[in-house]
């Protein structure tokens, strides 16, 4: 058996290594703050949620945060970390959660009322949420059909499906611009996610070293700290 002791450079590579584990999560404050409006917002079916910021500032991991909190509650999450941009792949899929073993129509207005209609049965157990990750990659049409599917046809601006759509800038920008129109009268909440000041850089290497098991004081020195803080910029994927 090998017992060779582990090298400093391993023991922080175990510390950062990339991949969400819930045990090695960090939250800011403001974070801590978004993950739960986030979660009364959407068990409350009050509309929808639009999550974004700049790459690396921790907007994958809120959001599978966010889903453990729903499920957790009870809420039955279907979570699109990687979606496709066709809406009749990401119809199919939702149906195929949501009615097992029912058919899916080859027809699309046909698909999107069954749809509706698996929402409508569902919601008497238990509240829909759907997340999307990546939103700025998937079309115009497939998020305008997401949108006409989270409502109902009897009243266009009533969510009987709340959306969670997470994506950069670019996203904010599209829906209030071409998808202005299909939002009119639609509840919705906007957050965005900043990168880490100074503090929170510190405060969540720190976080990490704990969750690794490395309590040595100084083990990253202060001025190290202070030099990662300004190379990275306080994007939590490049502090790591």
């Known amino acids: 058996m090998d017992n060779k002791p582990i ?17 090695f999560h960090y939250l800011t404050p403001e974070q801590q703050e978004a993950l739960a409006r986030t979660c009364k917002f959407l068990c409350a079916g009050q509309g929808h949620v639009l999550l974004t910021g700049s790459g690396g500032t921790g907007k994958t991991t809120l959001l599978k945060r966010v889903v453990e ?3 957790a509650e009870g809420v039955f999450v279907i979570c699109f970390l990687v979606p496709s941009s066709s809406l009749e792949v990401l119809t199919a ?22 749809l509706q209609s698996a929402v409508a049965k569902l919601n ?19 998020l305008l059909g997401l949108l006409q599917a989270a409502c109902t046809d009897e009243v ?6 709340p959306l969670m759509l997470v994506g950069t800038d670019q996203l904010v920008k599209r829906l209030r611009g071409r998808l202005r129109h299909d939002l009119e009268g639609v509840n919705y909440m906007a957050l965005s996610l900043e990168p880490l000041d100074k503090q929170q850089v510190a405060a ?18 202060d001025d190290l700290v202070e030099q990662i803080a300004n190379l990275t910029g306080g994007v939590q994927s490049e502090v790591s």
């Open 7 to 23: 090298s400093r450079e391993d023991r922080i590579g175990r510390a950062f290594q990339r991949g969400y584990r819930g045990d």
């Open 69 to 71: 909190e729903l499920r």
């Open 93 to 114: 899929s939702l149906l195929r959660q949501m009615a097992p073993g029912e058919k899916v129509p080859q027809d699309m207005s046909q698909r999107m009322r069954a």
């Open 124 to 142: 008497q157990r238990c509240p829909v949420v759907i997340c999307v990750d990546e939103a700025q990659t998937v079309s115009d049409e497939t």
């Open 156 to 161: 266009p601006a009533l969510v009987q499906m």
């Open 204 to 221: 969540y290497i720190r976080h990490q070293l704990d969750a690794a098991g490395i309590d040595e004081p100084g083990f990253i020195p």
